[in-house]
């Protein structure tokens, strides 16, 4: 089996971090994001791996290189237009080659491998397995209408919801998937949308399986959900790199990267990311923060990153 993960998304909501680091370079928990997917697919034995860049990818191909460091072995495609995840993923046909393979957005974190749902999915010899889990609140995700297993319906944020099973950002697929991706059409946002692409699976009566996900799931998208994330990586503890050098009170959920400098009266459920330098006169609170940022009051539920600005 080999891997996919897509990685050419802007990160638009974390602005202006991701304007300067691409997202998939975020260090959480003082490790770039990316080492958690990889993590995850060598647990199931995956090492050849294909990232999709978009126009961070000279920035992304320096960082990882060729994959020796993080024990994996990487090729790079480009996604020339932003146009969705399904016309992503057909960048990837020759580099996959026909074998089974699972795909995964480069912005999620998962709690626990996915062994047992690779085993499902190369055992059952289904088309495609996707990793499920219930929500609160359907209407905000994509959501699989399942009965006996098989996913006989996706539905894109429901109204009315017919299930709580949201799509996580997983999914394992068998080479009839590039029979489907000819015939998609652009969704009413103008995208390729892989919920579309397994849909018409399911329309040609292939068999598609949910596979339903029994621990925890984050997408790193947001303020709140970055540093939630950020929060569950490190144990619910701070979190100080060694070459880091912090003055200042520091309460629960902070972390700081290597050779980052804070200085402020006091900081808690923060994220100072690698090489900052932060000179705060008040508090900081709920914040990503990189670069040189200098503040003469307090900070809160902002993010900000400097390219000029005080030295601690």
């Not at 146009?83 to 580099?95: D, E, I, R, S």
């Not at 999915?121 to 098989?150: H, Q």
Request: hydrophobic share 40%; proline share 5%; charged share 20%.
């Amino acid at each position: 089996m080999k891997g996919v993960i897509l990685a050419a998304g802007k990160g638009t909501r974390l602005y202006p971090v991701t304007y300067h680091i691409a997202k998939p370079l975020l260090h959480m928990a003082n490790r770039v994001t990316l080492e958690y997917a990889f993590d995850r697919l060598k647990e199931i034995g995956v090492t050849d791996i294909c990232i999709v860049v978009g126009e961070m990818e000279a920035q992304i191909r320096e960082a990882l290189q060729d994959g020796h460091c993080f024990g994996v072995k990487l090729t790079y495609v480009r996604q020339t237009t932003p146009h969705g995840l399904a016309h992503a993923v057909g960048f990837t046909k020759a580099f996959v080659a026909g074998d089974p393979f699972i795909l995964y957005l480069g912005d999620g974190i998962y709690g626990k491998e996915f062994g047992e749902y690779a085993d499902r999915f190369m055992t059952s010899g289904c088309a495609n397995l996707n990793l499920v889990k219930p929500v609160d609140d359907p209407s905000r995700y994509g959501i699989a209408n399942v009965s006996d297993e098989r996913i006989v319906k996706l539905v894109e944020k429901p109204k009315n919801p017919e299930s709580n099973l949201a799509m996580t950002g997983v999914y394992f697929f068998g080479p009839q998937i590039w029979d489907v991706l000819p015939d998609l059409k652009p969704s009413a946002r103008g995208e390729y949308e892989i919920t579309d692409a397994i849909q018409l699976l399911i329309d040609k009566g292939e068999t598609v399986l949910a596979g339903v996900y029994d621990a925890p799931w984050f997408d790193t998208g947001t303020l709140d959900s970055f540093l939630e994330t950020s929060a569950f990586l490190a144990n619910g503890s701070r979190l100080i790199a060694p070459s880091a050098i912090v003055n200042a009170k520091v309460g629960p959920g902070v972390v700081v990267g290597e050779r980052a400098a804070v200085r402020c009266a006091s900081i808690e459920d923060s994220v100072v990311l690698p090489d900052a330098r932060v000179d705060v006169e008040g508090d900081i609170r709920h914040c990503l923060l990189g670069g040189c940022v200098h503040d003469e009051f307090s900070l809160e539920n902002v993010i900000l990153y400097e390219e000029q600005g005080a030295t601690p």
